[in-house]
């Protein structure tokens, strides 16, 4: 089995930092593209950022130049530096990662239990 353990989160003012992280564990063979999405009340799970094995990131429009993605391939995390928050990234952000649990498997998308990110003053 393959875990995925948030944490991080949290209260902050506007314009103000957060990061959260995002480890994985278990019967791993290779982690593929790890990445953050988010959910907000009412509203559907959107994409936040995805960082490949090899580095290569991708970001949503509404979070581009003030997040930041990155990841530990040692140590199986996932991050996610956050500055200059707005009241709406208000959201439950949930870590996602495929995961290969060995040679022969194909990888299988795998999330986090959720951790709350709310910025208000």
């Known amino acids: 089995q393959v875990q995925l353990v948030e944490s991080g989160g949290g209260l902050v003012q506007p314009g103000g930092s957060l990061s959260v992280s995002c480890a994985a564990s278990?019967?791993?063979?290779?982690?593929?593209?790890m990445g953050w999405y988010r959910q907000a009340p009412g509203k559907q799970r959107e994409l936040v950022s995805t960082?490949?094995?090899?580095?290569?990131?991708n970001y949503a429009d509404s979070v581009k130049g003030r997040f930041t993605i990155s990841r530990d391939n040692a140590k199986n995390t996932v991050y996610l530096q956050m500055n200059s928050l707005k009241p709406e990234d208000t959201a439950v952000y949930y870590c996602?990662?495929?995961?290969?649990?060995?040679?022969?498997?194909?990888?299988?998308?795998?999330w986090g239990q959720g951790t709350q990110v709310t910025v208000s003053s």
């Open positions: 996602n990662a495929n995961i290969k649990p060995d040679f022969y498997t194909r990888g299988n998308d795998y």
């Open positions: 278990g019967r791993i063979f290779r982690i593929n593209v």
């Open positions: 960082i490949t094995s090899g580095g290569n990131t």
